[in-house]
């Protein structure tokens, strides 16, 4: 009988195991991938763009981002201020509002009812903490020319002052998209479609809370039809003004227009339409379409019914 070469038998063992750690570490890598690129198995993240590349958030950090935005912009902060509050927000809570933190810090800075900042309540509110943030920051003398982890430290007052750096490039992103710099950049998966229909009073209601009677905005009564909707618009018009404290009427009108887009699935916003422009929950994954129809000199927020 002819001995079969022992290394023949003694070799398979190995590559046997050399191709099942290759393979677990294909399937490593690419959940890894899909753990960025989808927050770990959960709802598409929304993306911001803009020249600095992109930042993913989830819907409750993006609604987070806009609110911070829109607070700045009802005061006529400039975008650094915006910046500043976003990297210091990302640093402390990760765009979160959290119930918890060092000692009795709460919300989305980390701030603490026993230094003064307000009750727990307040703080928790994200139009309140953003508010009390940019109170505190216009009172550092030249904060939108100082570095920014300067800027944030004579605010917050951390213990790892220089960590804010590490999340300014994302607030720039953030900032030049959320300020309407960027135009057709900023998209998010909208309202889950589970038979809850939009509030208008309520889309009315936040966006003068966020932004100030200027983005005071009506309701559009035409086209009602029949059914169970008739006499009730679902439809919010939301007016551009010519001008705003940053820049002009296309910048002002893309600003509104994401703040719909990340409160879509708070408020039940299925539908954004801006200029010649369209975002669209059903289709949101394509980012925003152009369309042969205009809607005028109003931002349009289709609502679910």
């Known amino acids: 009988m002819v001995g079969v070469p022992r290394s023949v038998f003694s070799s398979r063992p190995r590559l046997l195991r050399a191709a099942v750690a290759c393979a677990v570490l294909l399937g490593l890598a690419a959940y890894v991938a899909a753990h960025l690129l989808t927050g770990g198995g959960g709802p598409p993240r929304c993306v911001a763009r803009a020249e600095g590349g992109d930042v993913l958030l989830d819907p409750e950090q993006a609604v987070n981002a806009a609110t911070i935005e829109a607070v ?3 005061r006529g902060l400039p975008e650094r201020a915006v910046t500043i509050a976003l990297a210091t927000a990302l640093q402390e809570s990760g765009l979160r509002n959290i119930t918890h933190g060092d000692r009795d810090s709460l919300g989305l800075f980390q701030q603490r009812p026993s230094q003064g900042w307000g009750t727990a309540r307040q703080i928790q509110d994200p139009v309140y903490a953003a508010g009390k943030f940019y109170d505190h920051l216009v009172k550092v003398p030249g904060y939108s020319r100082l ?14 002052p220089q960590a804010y750096a590490k999340h300014e490039t994302e607030a720039v992103v953030l900032t030049a998209t959320l300020t309407g710099r960027s135009a057709a950049a900023f ?50 018009l939301v007016p551009v003004a010519d001008a705003s404290a940053r820049g002009g009427r296309t910048e002002r009108g893309w600003e509104l227009a994401y703040w719909a887009v990340a409160h879509s699935d708070e408020l039940r916003i299925e539908r954004v339409s801006y200029g010649k422009h369209v975002w669209s929950a059903r289709n949101s994954g394509d980012g925003w379409r152009t369309s042969d129809k205009s809607s005028g000199s109003d931002i349009r927020l289709g609502l679910t019914r």
Do not use: I, M, W
Not at 147 to 160: D, I
Not at 198 to 211: I, N, S
């Open 72 to 74: 700045a912009a009802a």
């Open 147 to 160: 570095p920014l982890t300067v800027a944030a430290q004579r605010v917050q007052y951390s213990g790892f």
């Open 187 to 236: 998209s998010c998966p909208g309202p889950p479609d589970d038979g809850k229909a939009g509030d208008p009073g309520r889309v009315q209601a936040a966006l003068e809370r966020e932004f100030g009677a200027e983005a005071r905005s009506r309701l559009n009564v035409t086209g009602q039809g029949g059914g169970k909707h008739a006499g009730s618009s679902r439809e919010v």
